[in-house]
């Protein structure tokens, strides 16, 4: 009793810090179910946190739809792109040392979470953020999201972790998204590559046999991705920015310490 109770307060929040940053959470449940869960496979605990992204990402997606604030021209084809990139990233995983590559990729996302957080205030980008967030940009570089969201699908495979954290600065910082429809958008992304994951492991049975902290995490995902998406409108743009370099700090922390330990 006392672990589903844990599961549900542990879902509702990871659902609300999730949606807010449009990044499902997944890279934030995954380190807690290994703690929680250390019996269980590698694919055991990646079947569950994929479960808890997807719902997640789907309330997320549906308070967003409401909110009018997702691209979703740009959406399907960032989110086709990811798709190759998903491929490659399983066959050169076999090739190269992981914890080589997290601890490479590990500081990589600190020095980004850094210039994230460090970097002077764009007032006019705020300003944008703020009043137009329903309108996408004018002049999108397509080709520049298909490549991002290329190598973000490669990456996202390698580590085992959601794409998101790394979707939603380049978004904003590189395709000159405002921030709140960046956040709507990636979480839609989000939603359909978690859904390909989830195919592949309920044909493992992996979901099947993991259907009650699937079941506690998804229900409690559900709630706490509307309470998140409310929190973002009534959160700046510049904000959110901060809470996201925090995490990716905390997310690059985390792939620093397992190559140690």
């Known amino acids: 009793m006392e672990i589903l109770l844990l599961l549900a307060f542990i879902g509702f929040l990871v659902g609300i810090l999730g949606t807010m940053i449009g990044a499902g959470g997944g890279f934030i449940l995954v380190p807690i179910l290994l703690i929680i869960f250390p019996e269980k496979t590698p694919e055991e605990i990646t079947s569950i946190s994929l479960a808890f992204v997807f719902f997640n990402s789907i309330s997320g997606t549906l308070a967003y739809h409401k909110m009018k604030r997702i691209d979703y021209k740009s959406g399907l084809i960032f989110a086709a792109s990811t798709i190759p990139g998903a491929i490659l990233g399983t066959i050169v995983i076999t090739m190269i040392s992981k914890n080589i590559f997290n601890l490479i990729f590990g500081i990589i996302l600190i020095i980004l979470a850094a210039y994230l957080f460090l970097k002077p205030e764009n007032k006019n980008r705020n300003k ?15 080709w520049l999201g298909v490549l991002i969201n290329l190598t973000i699908g490669f990456i996202s ?17 590189l395709l000159n998204f405002p921030v709140h429809m960046a956040t709507a958008t990636s979480q839609f992304i989000v939603a359909i590559m978690a859904f390909s994951g989830i195919i592949v492991h309920l044909i493992n049975g992996n ?4 259907l009650m902290p699937v079941i506690i995490l998804s229900i409690n995902a559900i709630i706490g ?8 409108a009534k959160v700046q743009g510049s904000i959110i920015i901060k809470i996201l370099s925090i995490t990716l700090t905390l997310v690059g922390l985390r792939m620093i310490f397992t190559t140690f330990f």
């Open 207 to 210: 979901i099947v046999n993991n």
């Open 157 to 173: 495979t390698l580590l085992g972790i959601g794409g998101g954290i790394m979707r939603v600065p380049s978004l904003v910082h």
């Open 225 to 232: 991705a509307q309470i998140g998406a409310r929190l973002s």
């Open 128 to 142: 944008i953020a703020n009043e137009t967030i329903q309108t996408p940009p004018k002049t999108q570089k397509k």
